[in-house]
């Protein structure tokens, strides 16, 4: 049989998702991340990989109206938990990051006290919004924690994009957001900002679901160590993978 036939018919037995370009439903923490993350993955594969950035809730009524992501990188594991209970996935949800919360200023505020800060009050904070992001339901936490709760403005972000850009502005006195957001190009000498401790607030356990067969690749890839080392830089910690 001639080379070219051959050829051919290899070709047709590809699947036919093999180099289709993807996009994916990335939850706005990890909008700086999925930047580096695409590119590798496009350098490795020659598959184009396309972002969408907004809440994770968000993501998550729209994947249920029919949206057409490929992957859903949330930014917590129960929204994920939500679409696979509806059977809306093709693979079970599984950890890539755990994210850390910050607390970030621009302006006059004591980030060095920031505990006796918050507690006093008469701040303007930003914070997203908690039934959406999961960020924000931390930051409500930490603000419960220290009865600050109530004592402090708050302005909320329809997600952490906005409430970060609400913070670097000057547009709040400052504001929770991921780790991941200070660490970016761009951000990293805007203001001061401190790691919120842990145990503060419920762990940020970060979970991918795959949507469509030709995102696949990608799906597998956020928890490789070519991907987990790229993650790192940006202050994530590492997954509690299930083997």
Do not use: C
């Not at 598959?47 to 998550?60: D, E, I, L």
């Not at 913070?167 to 001061?192: C, P, Y």
């Not at 607030?201 to 991907?227: C, H, M, N, R, W």
């Amino acid at each position: 049989m001639k080379k070219w036939l051959l050829g051919a018919l290899f070709a047709m037995a590809l699947p036919v998702y093999a180099a289709a370009d993807i996009t994916v439903a990335v939850a706005s923490n990890a909008q700086y991340v999925f930047g580096e993350l695409a590119q590798q993955y496009t350098k490795k594969t020659g598959q184009v990989v396309k972002g969408s950035f907004n809440a994770s809730g968000k993501f998550t009524t729209q994947i249920r109206n029919g949206a057409p992501y490929a992957v859903f990188m949330s930014a917590d594991t129960h929204f994920p938990d939500v679409l696979a209970k509806d059977k809306l996935v093709l693979e079970a949800p599984k950890e890539y990051a755990h994210g850390q919360l910050v607390l970030w200023s621009t302006q006059k505020f004591d980030v060095n006290n920031w505990r006796a800060a918050l507690a006093k009050g008469g701040h303007k904070l930003a914070i997203a919004n908690p039934d959406t992001a999961p960020y924000g339901r931390a930051a409500n936490q930490v603000l419960k924690g220290l009865g600050a709760e109530g004592k402090n403005q708050i302005v909320q972000g329809t997600n952490i994009g906005q409430t970060s850009q609400y913070i670097e502005s000057g547009v709040v006195d400052a504001g929770f957001t991921a780790k991941s957001v200070v660490l970016a190009d761009g951000m990293k000498n805007r203001g001061k900002w401190v790691e919120i401790p842990a145990n503060l607030y419920d762990p940020i356990a970060q979970s991918v679901v795959l949507l469509k067969p030709e995102g696949k690749g990608f799906y597998d890839f956020l928890t490789t160590a070519e991907a987990q080392n790229i993650m790192k830089k940006y202050g994530y910690g590492k997954p509690n993978v299930k083997k």
